[in-house]
């Protein structure tokens, strides 16, 4: 009772074959004897055309429409047809489900504002056919990258008591009330104060500590309430930690890491890419081909300010040493002035967080953005700050309950070791990679204001 992949079938394997193929009615026409449809299984955005001749199904046409769902036996021939080398002489039909004229895929054009109000239907369209299965790709093949040089894949908690960041970004968690009475609304996590995390950085260190070289790949949650096309408030975060190592390593490993996956995409999504760069944006070949060969460029926050008080540009913030950098002035450095990916190293301390270790100036931290250009901002990281009562003044500094973090701090007492990590955005990757504009394309269910 297996079915074949069409994305096989097209592929010339199944010659001659009898095949059984199941998916959804993208198109349905017919003439005199004989009828097509043209069915897709999500296995490639490419459909197959099925001839249905000698009359069968004839009795089926009406509900044969777009959308429907179907079982089709037949044999694999060559195809005449342009366009196509293969093609499916109908030998058997049956409709598990058709989908009638409601149906709201009818095959024409929808824009993407309008598909997103159709969360459960548009994976049936070619674009999101398409971003979803490189999303899987991506997502193997960044733990290949990690697998394969020895990093161990952690599992950090998603409920948690601290916050990493510390900007206050976090969703509280509570308790359902069992008792309907007010008193009872809104309890925390079995009597304590919980909420979902933002990173798993934090964990994520004290496993280093253990096991030397390890990663996230999960889900983490913000509750930015900004509507822009780069920030969801549930997005997925990959997080490497090594343990003995410092922030030029984090440099070549990010560098190493977002070229070895454009490579891989751009050997094994090629269907996927030409599809993107006709109907998605157009240069995107060129782009990723340009990236997975240059090394990336590096400078300073001092020289990045330097650079954007010179250019002669009309900001609309202020550049002024201190703030922290806008998209607009992201934009500016990676797109006009470097024309490439750049990494922003050494920020001001007083716009990073608590973790990052200071520099001998002490008025910087050891900490590093990469920009992409078209994206901005896509993966944030440091050294850790790994003495310990550097670490305790400066968490005191930003409020932060050292009781509650003395495991945190215990890592600096028993058995310390420099250590760096970053996180990277895989929306925000995936949106490099495709093209898509909007971050709420690149994930299928889209977690964002006014957005659930
Ligand atoms: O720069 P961020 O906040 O860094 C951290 O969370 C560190 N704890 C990472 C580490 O050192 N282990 O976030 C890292 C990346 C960003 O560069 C961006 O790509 C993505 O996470 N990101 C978001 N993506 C989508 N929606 C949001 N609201 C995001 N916030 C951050
Ligand atoms: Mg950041």
């Known amino acids: 009772n297996q079915s074949t992949p069409i994305k096989q079938i097209l592929q010339g394997l199944y010659r001659d074959d009898i095949v059984k193929v199941q998916g959804l009615v993208r ?84 824009s993407l504002e309008y598909l997103r109000s159709i969360g459960h239907l548009r994976p049936r369209t070619n674009t999101f056919n398409a971003v979803f299965r490189l999303r899987s790709f991506v997502s193997h093949a960044i733990h290949r990258y990690f697998e394969q040089r020895g990093f161990y894949w952690m599992h950090t908690p998603i409920i948690t008591a601290n916050d990493c960041e510390g900007a206050g970004e976090q969703f509280r968690v509570t308790t359902l009330p069992r008792i309907t009475s007010d008193d009872d609304f809104g309890q925390d996590f079995f009597g304590q104060p919980a909420s979902l995390t933002v990173s798993g950085q934090l964990e994520g260190e004290a496993l280093a500590t253990a096991l030397g070289k390890i990663y996230t790949f999960g889900p983490t949650f913000r ?30 490993l990010a560098e190493d890491f977002i070229i070895s996956i454009v490579q891989q995409v751009l050997e094994h999504c090629q269907s996927e890419l030409n599809f993107f760069e006709q109907f998605v944006e157009s240069g995107l070949l060129q782009k990723l081909q340009a990236v997975s060969r240059e090394p990336f460029a590096r400078i300073t926050y001092s020289d990045a300010v330097a650079i954007l008080q010179k250019c002669g540009e009309d900001f609309e913030y202020p550049v002024q040493w201190g703030a922290d950098l806008q998209a607009e002035h992201e934009r500016y450095l990676c797109e006009n002035h470097m024309g490439k990916p750049v990494f922003v190293t050494d920020y001001p301390a007083d716009i990073k967080a608590f973790y990052m270790k200071l520099s001998d100036d002490e008025r910087t931290v050891r900490a590093m953005d990469l920009l992409l250009p078209g994206i901005g901002e896509i993966i944030g990281g440091s050294q850790r700050e790994d003495r310990h009562d ?46 898509m504009g909007n971050i709420r394309d690149v994930i299928p269910f889209p977690r964002a204001p006014r957005q659930i």
């Open 223 to 252: 509750s930015e309430n900004s509507n822009t096309s780069r920030h969801l408030a549930e997005f997925w975060m990959i997080e490497p930690e090594v343990a003995f190592a410092d922030l030029d390593d984090m440099l070549d």
């Open 27 to 110: 198109t349905f026409r017919q003439s005199k004897n004989v009828a097509f449809i043209a069915i897709n299984d999500g296995s490639t955005f490419e459909s197959l055309q099925v001839v249905l001749g000698d009359g069968l199904g004839d009795n089926l046409y009406e509900q044969l429409g777009t959308g429907a769902a179907l079982e089709i036996e037949g044999t694999v021939v060559a195809s005449p047809a342009a366009g196509q080398s293969w093609e499916l002489q109908a030998t058997d039909l049956r409709i598990t489900g058709p989908a009638g004229s409601e149906y709201p895929l009818q095959k024409k054009r929808h």
């Open 390 to 435: 550097v670490l305790k003044k400066r968490m005191e500094q930003f409020g932060i309950d050292c009781h509650a973090m003395s495991w945190y701090l215990e890592l600096r007492r028993f058995g310390n070791q420099p250590h760096a990590g970053f996180g990277l955005g895989l929306e925000r990757l995936l949106q490099y990679l495709s093209g």
